[in-house]
């Protein structure tokens, strides 16, 4: 029998991953924060599915962390902010053999769970996949996307992507997989803290054409001193191109703050102006904007970390 798969974060990309791995058949398990979640999650059934308007449930089994089956397979998919603790609850749980997929925004999360978990090998993922929740324990496929894997000490593609296949999730195994990191954390830094503080969609920023421009050609620099040269090449034309082609659509971090919701700005904006810092390197653009976003967070009640 096939290694199962641990989904831990029930939110949209983990719930979307459960549902498309259950349909295949592939064996897996859903684990939730706790004894009362565990009971609302079974009261609910399963997991349901909206693909092109057409819910479907699929009743994968839940568990807590507390549970004794050992993990060998695990998906982490909460929040960055989230991640390193949630994982040091399963720690006891992980085999010798064990591999974490680490499906998280930003950087610095990684490198957290890495740490806490030496004997697993922990495979960093970016993902263009898009998919929200509209209730308890559902989730709807709003885009098909894309999701890259890949670790940079071990460039060896394992033998479990065949899962992803069957299950019809687009990916493919990147040998730079932290040069895909960074280029989206660049874009997302250049986008998302200004789309807050201008309270408008992406497409809102095009009327702030300036202030982009230098956000991007400081981002560059941070990039080749961080050497990923290949994630600063011509950021700024991509920047540009996002903005136009989701120029309709709410960034990530403006949804979080218009629903009350923790951001993950210390593993994007916070991650950047943390590794200048350590590079010695003076970005005045990027650190004030890290300035007036905490100022903002604050002012609405909201962490800023």
Do not use: F, M
């Given at each position: 029998m096939s290694t199962p798969w641990h989904i831990l974060g029930a939110g949209s990309l983990g719930t979307l991953w459960a549902t498309r791995l259950a349909r295949a058949d592939v064996p897996v398990r859903l684990i939730v924060r706790d004894a009362t979640r565990l009971q609302?999650?079974?009261?609910?059934?399963?997991?349901?599915?909206?693909?092109?308007?057409?819910?479907?449930?699929?009743?994968?089994?839940?568990?807590?962390?507390?549970?004794?089956?050992?993990?060998?397979?695990?998906?982490?998919?909460?929040?960055?902010?989230?991640?390193?603790?949630?994982?040091?609850?399963?720690?006891?749980?992980?085999?010798?053999?064990?591999?974490?997929?680490?499906?998280?925004?930003?950087?610095?999360?990684?490198?957290a769970v890495a740490t806490q978990v030496p004997q697993a090998r922990c495979i960093f993922a970016s993902s263009t996949e898009g998919a929200f929740r509209d209730g308890d324990w559902r989730v709807v496929f709003a885009g098909h996307g894309y999701t890259w894997l890949g670790d940079a000490g071990h460039p060896v593609a394992p033998i479990w992507l065949e899962d992803l296949s069957a299950a019809g999730i687009p990916h493919e195994w990147s040998t730079d997989i932290l040069t895909r990191l960074w280029r989206k954390l660049a874009l997302n830094c250049a986008i998302n803290p200004l789309t807050v503080l201008h309270e408008c969609r992406n497409g809102g920023l095009q009327q702030h054409h300036c202030e982009v421009a230098t956000l991007c050609a400081e981002l560059t620099e941070l990039l080749e001193r961080c050497g990923q040269p290949a994630a600063a090449e011509n950021l700024r034309e991509e920047v540009e191109r996002v903005i136009q082609a989701t120029a309709a659509n709410f960034s990530s971090m403006y949804q979080d703050v218009a629903n009350q919701r923790r951001t993950e700005i210390s593993y994007l904006l916070g991650h950047a102006c943390k590794v200048a810092s350590r590079h010695q390197l003076n970005l005045p653009h990027l650190n004030q904007l890290q300035q007036r976003l905490i100022a903002h967070l604050r002012s609405l009640g909201l962490p800023s970390d």
């Open positions: 609302a999650y079974q009261a609910a059934g399963g997991l349901t599915l909206v693909e092109h308007g057409e819910a479907q449930l699929y009743p994968v089994p839940g568990e807590t962390a507390d549970s004794d089956e050992p993990i060998r397979r695990l998906l982490v998919a909460c929040k960055a902010y989230d991640a390193e603790k949630a994982v040091a609850r399963l720690a006891h749980r992980l085999t010798s053999d064990a591999e974490l997929i680490l499906l998280q925004n930003g950087l610095g999360s990684q490198d």
